[in-house]
C-alpha cells in the first residue's frame, strides 16, 4: 500500500479513537448545569421572661401647678413601643412570632394614646413618664445548607434575643405618672410623693 494510502488510513482510526467534544447542540443535554448551593432559615424560641421598661419622659407635655390648684398633664399625646434586638442580627422578627404557641408579645410597633395624670398643687412643673410591660425573648437563628454545598445537610446555630411589647386585649400594657420637672421652682418631689422626671425633662 502507498504511503498516502496508509497516513489516510491512520488519521482515520485515531479519529474513530478519540473522544468527541459535544456540539452546542447536545451540549446542555450532557451537561445539564451547576448545581447550586442554598441555605435556609429556621428559630427556636427557649424562653420568655417578663420585664419592666425604663421610666421614659413623653416629650413635650408639662403643665405647671399654682400654689392653690392642680394640672393636668398627657392629655392627647401618644407613644410609640417597638422591638428592641439586643443579640443577633438579620432576624425575622414575625417568623419568630409564630414559632411560639404562648405568645402575650407583639413584633409590630404600636401606638396608644397616653392617660391624663394629675400635677398637684404647690407651684410643681410637671412632666410625663411612661412605663411599658416588656417580654425578653431568647432563641437561636439556625441555617441549614442544602443543595451542593459542601457541609449541606449540615446547621450552624448562633443566639438572639429581643424585648418587645406585651399586649393586653391588644394593647400595649403601660403605666403612666406625673413627673416633677428638672426644670420645676419646687422639686420637693418626696412630700407630694411622685419622682423626680428622667433628666432633660
Same mark, same amino acid.
Given at each position: 500500500?502507498h504511503s498516502?494510502?496508509l497516513?489516510a488510513?491512520?488519521?482515520a482510526t485515531?479519529?474513530?479513537a478519540?473522544?468527541t467534544t459535544?456540539s452546542?447542540?447536545n451540549? &446542555?443535554?450532557q ?8 441555605s435556609?432559615?429556621s428559630?427556636?424560641m427557649?424562653?420568655?421572661?417578663p420585664?419592666?421598661?425604663a ?7 408639662t ?6 390648684d392642680?394640672c393636668?398633664?398627657g ?8 422591638v428592641?434586638i439586643n443579640?443577633?442580627?438579620g432576624?425575622d422578627?414575625?417568623?419568630i412570632?409564630?414559632?411560639g404557641?404562648d405568645?402575650?408579645w407583639t413584633?409590630t410597633t404600636? @401606638?396608644?394614646?397616653?392617660i391624663?395624670q394629675?400635677c ?9 413618664i411612661y412605663?411599658?410591660?416588656l417580654?425578653?425573648? @431568647?432563641?437561636? &437563628? ?8 459542601l457541609q449541606?445537610?449540615q446547621?450552624?446555630s448562633e443566639p438572639?434575643e429581643f ?6 386585649s391588644? @394593647?400595649?400594657?403601660v403605666?403612666?405618672a406625673a413627673?416633677?420637672?428638672?426644670q420645676?421652682?419646687n ?10 422626671c428622667?433628666?432633660?425633662?
Amino acid at each position: 500500500m502507498h504511503s498516502a494510502a496508509l497516513l489516510a488510513v491512520g488519521a482515520a482510526t485515531l479519529a474513530a479513537a478519540l473522544p468527541t467534544t459535544p456540539s452546542p447542540s447536545n451540549f &446542555k443535554r450532557q451537561y445539564p448545569g451547576t448545581p447550586t448551593c442554598t441555605s435556609s432559615v429556621s428559630y427556636t424560641m427557649d424562653s420568655q421572661t417578663p420585664q419592666l421598661g425604663a421610666w421614659t419622659a413623653v416629650s413635650g407635655d408639662t403643665c405647671t401647678s399654682s400654689t392653690v390648684d392642680s394640672c393636668s398633664v398627657g392629655a392627647s399625646n401618644s407613644i410609640s413601643i417597638g422591638v428592641s434586638i439586643n443579640v443577633g442580627a438579620g432576624l425575622d422578627i414575625e417568623e419568630i412570632f409564630h414559632v411560639g404557641t404562648d405568645i402575650t408579645w407583639t413584633y409590630t410597633t404600636t @401606638k396608644t394614646n397616653t392617660i391624663t395624670q394629675t400635677c398637684p398643687q404647690g407651684g410643681y412643673v410637671c412632666g410625663l413618664i411612661y412605663q411599658a410591660s416588656l417580654m425578653d425573648v @431568647k432563641g437561636s &437563628k439556625v441555617t441549614t445548607q442544602q443543595g451542593s454545598c459542601l457541609q449541606s445537610g449540615q446547621s450552624s446555630s448562633e443566639p438572639y434575643e429581643f424585648t418587645a411589647p406585651v399586649l393586653i386585649s391588644d @394593647k400595649p400594657e403601660v403605666r403612666y405618672a406625673a413627673c416633677i420637672s428638672n426644670q420645676s421652682p419646687n422639686t420637693d418631689a418626696a412630700s407630694v410623693g411622685i419622682d423626680m422626671c428622667p433628666e432633660g425633662l
